[in-house]
């Protein structure tokens, strides 16, 4: 089955510095990456997700990159704000049949 | 609200009790999930609903475990003979099919067997 590592496990910015969280996947068939925030007692929530037949997606301060041949995605948050501070989780899937979730960044804006 | 609920959002119960969770999806999505998540962790999958057919249930998933879709819209999750180890946090989502995975969360189940 597919294998979903995520790093780093915690990570502490200055407000208005880039933060970055990388994910590593095992399954070549898995064509469907998401990135949910939770905050505290919530429940997850998308924040971007990205295709295999797109390298690159961008909404406002969120982008994330996609590296099919090394079976790699990073998400990237620019400019930093208090308010994103959470866990952040990745997930790969095969067209929604099954989705594997990284153990998740604990990330510390620090205002 | 048009979102996933859960119900029961907490459940306490003592060891060797079952115990059933539903969910109500997103009305027009067909596809439903069950996740467990523990302290720390990021959400297990346990099983997957395609309208009413379980298309995918977890090697790691006890027999003690069983979840329904019956009607095709909301799902139940049972644990017979709870143990300690069940306590947890019991996530739904649903989703579309077809190229349209986008999942959305319900607020979860909190289950802690005593």
């Known amino acids: 089955g597919e294998n979903v590592e995520q790093h780093p496990s915690t990570l502490s910015v200055q407000e208005g510095d880039s933060a970055v969280i990388k994910c590593t996947y095992s399954d070549s068939a898995s064509n469907y990456f998401p990135w949910y925030k939770q905050e505290l007692g919530k429940r997850p929530q998308l924040i971007i997700d990205?295709?295999?037949?797109?390298g690159e997606k961008k909404d406002q301060r969120i982008a994330v990159t996609l590296n099919k041949t090394a079976k790699h995605f990073s998400l990237h948050i620019t400019e930093t704000q208090p308010e994103d501070s959470a866990v952040y989780f990745c997930a790969a899937s095969t067209n929604g049949n099954q989705f594997y979730f990284g153990t998740g960044t604990s990330l510390t804006v620090i205002p | 609200d048009t979102g996933v609920s859960q119900d029961p959002r907490h459940k306490i119960t003592k060891r060797g009790q079952n115990v059933t969770f539903r969910c109500d999806p997103i009305s027009e999505h067909n596809r439903l999930y069950w996740y467990r998540q523990t302290l720390g962790q990021g959400p297990e999958f346990l099983t997957y609903f395609q309208n009413e057919a379980q298309l995918e249930k977890s090697r790691l998933l006890s027999d003690r475990f069983s979840a329904e879709r019956p009607k095709g819209s909301f799902s139940t999750l049972e644990i017979q003979r709870t143990e300690q180890g069940d306590s947890a946090m019991y996530l739904c989502?649903?989703?579309?099919?077809?190229?349209?995975?986008?999942?959305?969360f319900g607020p979860g189940t909190r289950l802690l067997v005593l």
């Open positions: 989502a649903s989703s579309l099919s077809g190229g349209r995975e986008t999942q959305y």
């Open positions: 990205i295709r295999s037949n797109v």
